[in-house]
């Protein structure tokens, strides 16, 4: 039986068990063409025509779909107990990562949380600055023959690589090498790109073909293996490391005294991993596109890497300095948010804008359209920092804004993913100066964009860059 006393978001009661409305689609596979032609489109167009709470059948599996800042406060706080994670995505997402932070449940999640969050301490991500810096340093040394030959760069794969650098270096310090990485960073980016895929697939008949799955769970095998080696050499020879791999190693739980054990460690690296390689490497190369596009935004973002930094070296310390770098991260994660649905199944019946939500729904949350909201972001798909500024968000709703997700199961990596993106922001800028454009052009349409784990940029980003010369404007 559901709670009858459940207070929902926007109204109490459950205003007669009224449903909400039913987005359009075609017999047995319902709005799936619609989506895989323009997803984004499909999804703005639902929530002008339907509102913000309404249903989806897809293939046979019905979600409620919902669109407004007020409903990721009712799902992702004030009634998250009611919400857990479960459904065809994260039956597809486990077989990955296990039972890390992202996945887990109750006591379990509780408990990695206590031993996890302390090692995220700013001041432990801030001696981590160095490290991220030489990895940068030595990735864009690989640019510079592209450079040079006014090649453009695929913006991309040239960031994956770095932020894959990256991660190895503050995950493993020197625990894998060249091979291992390149085996795992192409195993990674199949994987990521199957499980948007797999969850489809789940929801379509058993006769169809699913083509991928093999070679998804041959993926899973290189990614664990490896981490799994990782693991077993840093037991056996200790090291006098700042890496996570290690920070993971010495996390106790402060009720038991206990550590992880080593399949609940994997499970934890490779969540992390995830977290710092795709994503931050997609946010970067569309913010480099928009910086393209937007060449007032870019000059004033060169003007201040050049106050604060000039050519020295960034410290963790210039990072606050690095004010509107910062701003240009979170407008390009609003326009194209790193994680841009968000699946919970209700546990009990619910209420939400007066609809009725029966125990057992599963609902889809959409940051991409909460970040788009025209009651919250005015012009939502101009490209404008400033939204920003501490004066704009002073008033925004808290939950307007959720690239990392919110509430209790916020992205613990959040701080360090922002760190990241600003220290590679500011060492690309120093070395390297975009095109010279005078009229700022479309971002992107909806057409444009292409899903996997990340939104992507259909034909990919390139970008032509030129070595500054300190000497000229």
């Known amino acids: 039986m559901g709670n009858d006393r459940a207070t929902a978001a926007g109204g109490r009661g459950f205003a007669r068990h009224r449903l909400p409305p039913?987005?359009?689609?075609?017999?047995?596979?319902?709005?799936?063409?619609?989506?895989?032609?323009?997803?984004?489109?499909?999804?703005?167009d639902a929530r002008a025509e339907h509102g913000d709470v309404y249903r989806l059948n897809l293939g046979g599996q019905k979600f409620v779909v919902l669109n407004h800042p007020r409903h990721a406060e009712h799902v992702m706080l004030s009634r998250s107990a009611n919400y857990i994670k479960e459904g065809p995505m994260w039956r597809v997402f486990r077989q990955l990562v296990g039972k890390g932070i992202a996945t887990s449940e109750g006591q379990?999640?509780?408990?990695?949380?206590?031993?996890?969050?302390?090692?995220?301490?700013?001041?432990?991500?801030?001696?981590?600055?160095?490290?991220i810096v030489s990895a940068i340093d030595e990735s864009l040394d690989g640019w510079d023959e592209a450079v040079s030959s006014k090649r453009p760069i695929d913006a991309e794969r040239a960031l994956?690589?770095?932020?894959?650098?990256?991660?190895?270096?503050?995950?493993?310090?020197?625990?894998?090498?060249?091979?291992?990485s390149d085996r795992v960073a192409e195993a990674f980016t199949f994987a990521l790109d199957f499980i948007l895929r797999g969850m489809v697939f789940s929801l379509l008949p058993k006769w169809l073909p699913a083509p991928g799955q093999r070679r998804y769970r041959e993926s899973i095998q290189i990614?664990?293996?490896?981490?799994?080696?990782?693991?077993?050499?840093?037991?056996?020879?200790?090291?006098?490391?700042?890496?996570?791999?290690?920070?993971?190693?010495d996390a106790v739980d402060t009720e038991d005294g206990k550590g992880m054990s080593n399949e609940q460690l994997r499970d934890e690296a490779v969540t992390l991993f995830l977290g710092g390689y795709e994503t931050s490497a997609v946010v970067l190369s569309w913010t480099l596109h928009l910086l393209e596009r937007h060449?007032?935004?870019?000059?004033?973002?060169?003007?201040?890497?050049?106050?604060?930094?000039?050519?020295?070296?960034?410290?963790?310390?210039?990072?606050?300095?690095?004010s509107y770098s910062r701003q240009v991260l979170q407008e390009t994660m609003r326009l194209i948010p790193p994680i841009w649905w968000l699946?919970?199944?209700?546990?009990?019946?619910?209420?939400?804008?007066?609809?009725?939500?029966?125990?057992?729904?599963?609902?889809?949350?959409?940051?991409?359209?909460?970040?788009?909201?025209?009651?919250h972001w005015p012009e939502s798909t101009v490209f404008d920092p400033d939204?920003?500024?501490?004066?704009?968000?002073?008033?925004?709703?808290?939950?307007?804004?959720?690239?990392?997700?919110?509430?209790?199961?916020?992205?613990?990596?959040?701080?360090?993913?922002?760190?990241?993106?600003?220290?590679?922001?500011?060492?690309?800028?120093?070395?390297?100066?975009?095109?010279?454009?005078?009229?700022?052009?479309?971002?992107?349409?909806?057409?444009?964009?292409?899903?996997?784990?990340?939104?992507?940029?259909?034909?990919?980003?390139?970008?032509?860059?030129?070595?500054?010369?300190?000497?000229?404007?």
Request: with cysteine; aromatic share 6%; hydrophobic share 40%.
């Open 108 to 131: 379990l999640w509780r408990r990695q949380r206590r031993m996890i969050q302390p090692q995220f301490h700013l001041k432990k991500v801030a001696a981590l600055t160095d490290q």
């Open 22 to 44: 039913q987005a359009k689609g075609w017999p047995l596979v319902g709005p799936l063409p619609s989506l895989a032609s323009d997803l984004f489109g499909f999804l703005t």
């Open 343 to 375: 699946t919970r199944a209700a546990v009990d019946d619910d209420t939400i804008d007066g609809f009725h939500i029966p125990a057992g729904t599963s609902v889809i949350l959409l940051p991409y359209t909460i970040h788009h909201h025209p009651e």
């Open 387 to 473: 939204r920003f500024s501490a004066e704009r968000s002073a008033d925004r709703h808290r939950q307007a804004f959720m690239p990392f997700g919110t509430g209790q199961r916020m992205c613990i990596g959040r701080e360090f993913a922002l760190m990241e993106g600003q220290l590679i922001l500011a060492r690309i800028l120093q070395r390297y100066r975009l095109p010279k454009t005078t009229v700022a052009a479309p971002s992107f349409s909806t057409r444009d964009l292409r899903v996997s784990s990340a939104i992507k940029r259909k034909g990919g980003i390139f970008i032509e860059l030129a070595h500054r010369a300190r000497d000229s404007p």
């Open 295 to 322: 060449p007032e935004v870019a000059a004033r973002l060169c003007e201040e890497v050049d106050t604060v930094l000039g050519e020295r070296t960034p410290t963790f310390d210039d990072l606050r300095s690095l």
């Open 223 to 249: 990614i664990h293996g490896t981490i799994d080696k990782v693991i077993a050499d840093r037991q056996r020879h200790r090291v006098d490391s700042d890496d996570f791999i290690q920070m993971l190693l």
């Open 160 to 180: 994956l690589r770095m932020t894959m650098k990256v991660i190895l270096r503050t995950m493993f310090g020197t625990g894998i090498n060249e091979a291992e």
